[in-house]
Every structure is written in structure tokens, then in C-alpha cells.
Nanobody, 123 residues
Framework: QVQLVESGGGLVQAGASLRLSCAAS????????MGWFRQAPGKRREFVTT????????YYADSVKGRFTISRDNAKNTVYLQMNSLQSEDTAVYYC????????????????WGQGTQVTVSS
């Protein structure tokens, strides 16, 4: 059974940093792209960032470019999201996604999803 478990969320003040982790179990994702999406209250889930299987390619939403960094450790089957200079607009539930054949901003390209971790940024 495949599981993606996110951790690292919390309540922080604007300008602070957080690092999210997503640990995968049940299969290895070293040959697949992984990504992060988020859903703010009352809004649709949106793409945040994605990383290729080799970590050689990444892609970011304009809203987080320059502030967020995605990375992965295939030996640990884990993907990370370093979030700096957090803003109130970053408040959302953050979801890890895995199993895309290549980097993608489309939800439908990802086969597996985590349950999400809450990030709240107070201004």
C-alpha cells in the first residue's frame, strides 16, 4: 500500500520559514516526478512546485518562485519543500503528490497523494 505522509506544517508569522517533508512508503518513486500542491480556504487546489526524478529539473508557480525550493532524496524516498519569506497568502493545506511520469503542474498527472499538512501564516 502506497502512502505519502507530509510533515512540518504549523503556525508561523509572516517572514518566517518552514520546511515540509513528504515521506513515501510502499513503493519507490525514484523514477517519477514529485510535486507539491496547496489548497487555501474556499479556493481550489493549486500547483506549487514539481521536481523531476533526478532532481535535475524543477518548476515553480510564479507566486512562490524565489521563495520556495523543492528538493528530494531518492535514497530516503522523500521530497522536501523549503518555504522562506512566508506570507499570509501562503496559508493553505499543502499536499505532496507523486507518480507523475515527468514534471507537471497538472493534478491529473500525479497518481498518489498525501493527506496534507496545514501551514498557517499570521500577518
Amino acid at each position: 500500500q502506497v502512502q505519502l505522509v507530509e510533515s512540518g506544517g504549523g503556525l508561523v508569522q509572516a517572514g518566517a520559514s518552514l520546511r515540509l517533508s513528504c515521506a513515501a512508503s510502499g513503493r519507490t518513486f525514484s523514477s517519477y516526478a514529485m510535486g507539491w500542491f496547496r489548497q487555501a480556504p474556499g479556493k481550489r487546489r493549486e500547483f506549487v512546485t514539481t521536481i523531476s526524478w533526478s532532481a535535475g529539473n524543477t518548476y515553480y508557480a510564479d507566486s512562490v518562485k524565489g521563495r520556495f525550493t523543492i528538493s528530494r532524496d531518492n535514497a530516503k524516498n522523500t521530497v522536501y519543500l523549503q518555504m522562506n519569506s512566508l506570507q499570509s497568502e501562503d496559508t493553505a493545506v499543502y499536499y505532496c503528490a507523486a507518480g507523475a511520469p515527468r514534471i507537471s503542474g497538472r493534478e491529473s498527472d500525479y497518481r498518489y497523494w498525501g493527506q496534507g499538512t496545514q501551514v498557517t501564516v499570521s500577518s
